[in-house]
T-cell receptor
Framework: DTAVSQTPKYLVTQMGNDKSIKCEQNLGHDTMYWYKQDSKKFLKIMFSYNNKELIINETVPNRFSPKSPDKAHLNLHINSLELGDSAVYFC????????????FGEGSRLTVL | DAKTTQPTSMDCAEGRAANLPCNHSTISGNEYVYWYRQIHSQGPQYIIHGLKNNETNEMASLIITEDRKSSTLILPHATLRDTAVYYCIVRVVTGRRALTFGSGTRLQVQP
């Protein structure tokens, strides 16, 4: 059983489209995250939710909207996709918002053409 | 959170110990040292963390100097599967900010 699972693993789409990436964790953790890893391999935090409440919202375009229907799920919806959105998006979870031990998913590689 | 400095890359022979250094000279008394690694095309993986004392688990050992300004992650018997980017991260004990990843050290284990 995968602890943190993301779907889809690969996503290829055209500029201007809207797409979603889903994340689920079965660890019973309270906190979930979205990180973005660009072509230069830097990992940057985008959002964090704690018990369905948004607690971290870094400087990310409004086209990115996270949604947490329950504490085991954190989805990422991206509107009007741009070339620069091409990256690998990682979902992660931790037991609490103060925990530094994060469990990451395998990543979702988004390619915008 | 304190800034960390790591070498860009390192090589290690398979079966030998890999010693990955990290400098965190501005670390505060309430900051932990965390180590993660990212194997190619996979998500980052937690390895170990410590505050003052040396720590050991099934994956690695963490040696923190007495003044806490630097640390070393030790993989006792490196294998080819340990080839990865290793990240040293400093974070406040009760920190509410998400982990911030730097550029890390690319460890290449050679056969």
């Amino acid at each position: 059983d995968t602890a943190v699972s993301q779907t889809p693993k690969y996503l290829v789409t055209q500029m201007g489209n809207d797409k979603s990436i889903k994340c689920e964790q079965n660890l019973g953790h309270d906190t979930m995250y979205w990180y973005k890893q660009d072509s230069k391999k830097f990992l940057k935090i985008m959002f964090s939710y704690n018990n369905k409440e948004l607690i971290i919202n870094e400087t990310v375009p409004n086209r990115f909207s996270p949604k947490s229907p329950d504490k085991a799920h954190l989805n990422l919806h991206i509107n009007s996709l741009e070339l620069g959105d091409s990256a690998v998006y990682f979902c992660a979870s931790s037991q609490a918002r103060t925990s530094g031990e994060l469990f990451f998913g395998e990543g979702s590689r988004l390619t915008v053409l | 959170d304190a800034k960390t400095t790591q070498p860009t890359s390192m090589d290690c022979a398979e079966g030998r110990a890999a010693n990955l250094p990290c400098n965190h000279s501005t670390i505060s008394g309430n900051e932990y040292v965390y180590w993660y690694r990212q194997i190619h095309s996979q998500g980052p993986q937690y390895i170990i963390h410590g505050l003052k004392n040396n720590e050991t688990n099934e994956m690695a050992s963490l040696i923190i100097t007495e003044d806490r300004k630097s640390s070393t992650l030790i993989l006792p018997h490196a294998t080819l599967r340990d080839t990865a980017v290793y990240y040293c991260i400093v974070r406040v004990v009760t920190g509410r900010r998400a982990l911030t990843f730097g550029s890390g050290t690319r460890l290449q284990v050679q056969p």
